[in-house]
């Protein structure tokens, strides 16, 4: 049974930092492109980062690019989204996703397993 487990999200003023972890267990997780997405209650999920296998590279979406930074640990089986300068808007639910597909890609459907997701809170 593959669980994914978000935490780290809290509350914090804007220009704050914030460091969630994801936890998997049950899957070959070197295997796995890992990702995090977002979502504001009414509003759909959206991508805002995603890792390769190895952790050689990474893709942001454009309104996070220079704040935020993803990494991984294969040996612990963790993906990390180090968040810096912190707006407001970035207020939603965080999730992170596994694929088995080596695509380092921003659509949904390309991820197989979600976890429950953490909140992030930025006041402004």
């Known amino acids: 049974q593959v669980q994914l487990v978000e935490s780290g999200g809290g509350l914090t003023q804007a220009g704050g930092s914030l460091r969630l972890s994801c936890a998997a267990s049950g899957l070959t997780f070197s295997g796995h492109t890992m990702a995090w997405f977002r979502q504001v209650s009414g509003e759909e999920r959206e991508f805002v980062a995603a890792?390769?296998?190895?952790?050689?590279?990474?893709y942001y979406t454009d309104s996070v690019k220079g704040r935020f930074t993803i990494s991984r640990d294969n040996a612990k089986k963790t993906v990390f989204l180090q968040m810096n300068s912190l707006k407001f808007e970035d207020t939603a639910v965080y999730y992170c996703?596994?694929?088995?597909?080596?695509?380092?890609?921003?659509?949904?459907?390309?991820?197989?397993?979600w976890g429950q997701g953490t909140q992030v809170t930025v006041s402004s």
């Open positions: 890792i390769s296998w190895i952790g050689v590279a990474t």
């Open positions: 996703a596994a694929s088995p597909s080596a695509v380092i890609g921003r659509k949904r459907d390309q991820y197989n397993y």
